[in-house]
């Protein structure tokens, strides 16, 4: 009996071991063809809809949004990143190359246009003067249509930044993960 029980047992973790193999073997594979897929060259296809939406809404309601900035290549949020630190100017991220939802297309900013075509980051003005500054109801209307915004980040604000992370960090998104992977599973 002892021999049938070892036996059993023997066969048990060869089995096992074996769906293990297997199981990483496959983990393996799909890590590195995540990782051959290249960075997206431009916004996503939903949030390019919803940042169009976002501009329609916010005119509705008397407001005029200038998309200030949308998808970074890495290049470009590493010489924005420079600045004030190896660059001359104020620092205006706190993000290295890759380590921001722009460069993956799922970041837009804004600012205000006012009717003489200048353009503010004035958080406080009530330019449709209904009592409630512009800047929060563009943010209001963002929310309504699934962007998260760094206004209400806690460890630091970001005003003019919206962002759909798909539910994906940026650390996957460095692996290699992409929002049409997060939409399938």
């Given at each position: 009996?002892?021999?049938?029980?070892?036996?059993?047992?023997?066969?048990?973790?060869?089995?096992?071991?074996?769906?293990?193999?297997?199981?990483?073997?496959?983990?393996?594979?799909?890590?590195?063809?995540?990782?051959?897929?290249?960075?997206?060259?431009?916004?996503?296809?939903?949030?390019?809809?919803?940042?169009?939406?976002?501009?329609?809404?916010?005119?509705e309601i008397g407001i005029e949004v200038l998309i200030t900035d949308g998808f970074r290549s890495v290049e470009e949020q590493n010489r924005i990143h420079a600045q004030?630190?190896?660059?001359?100017?104020?620092?205006?991220?706190?993000?290295?190359?890759?380590?921001?939802?722009?460069?993956?297309?799922?970041?837009?900013?804004?600012?205000?246009?006012?009717?003489?075509?200048?353009?503010?980051?004035?958080?406080?003005?009530?330019?449709?003067?209904?009592?409630?500054?512009?800047?929060?109801?563009?943010?209001?209307?963002?929310?309504?249509?699934?962007?998260?915004?760094?206004?209400?980040?806690?460890?630091?604000?970001?005003?003019?930044?919206?962002?759909?992370?798909?539910?994906?960090?940026?650390?996957?998104?460095?692996?290699?993960?992409?929002?049409?992977?997060?939409?399938?599973?």
């Open positions: 009996m002892k021999t049938f029980r070892t036996a059993f047992s023997l066969l048990f973790l060869f089995i096992l071991g074996a769906f293990l193999f297997i199981w990483i073997e496959r983990e393996i594979e799909e890590r590195n063809e995540r990782a051959e897929r290249p960075l997206p060259t431009g916004l996503h296809p939903i949030v390019e809809s919803k940042r169009d939406q976002l501009i329609a809404q916010s005119e004030g630190r190896s660059q001359g100017g104020s620092i205006v991220t706190h993000a290295e190359g890759g380590g921001s939802y722009h460069n993956y297309g799922l970041a837009i900013d804004f600012a205000l246009r006012l009717p003489d075509g200048s353009v503010v980051w004035d958080i406080e003005r009530d330019g449709n003067g209904n009592g409630r500054p512009d800047w929060f109801e563009v943010a209001d209307i963002a929310k309504e249509l699934g962007f998260e915004w760094g206004g209400d980040w806690v460890r630091f604000k970001d005003y003019p930044h919206f962002q759909m992370d798909f539910g994906l960090s940026i650390r996957q998104l460095k692996d290699g993960y992409r929002p049409e992977d997060a939409v399938a599973d």
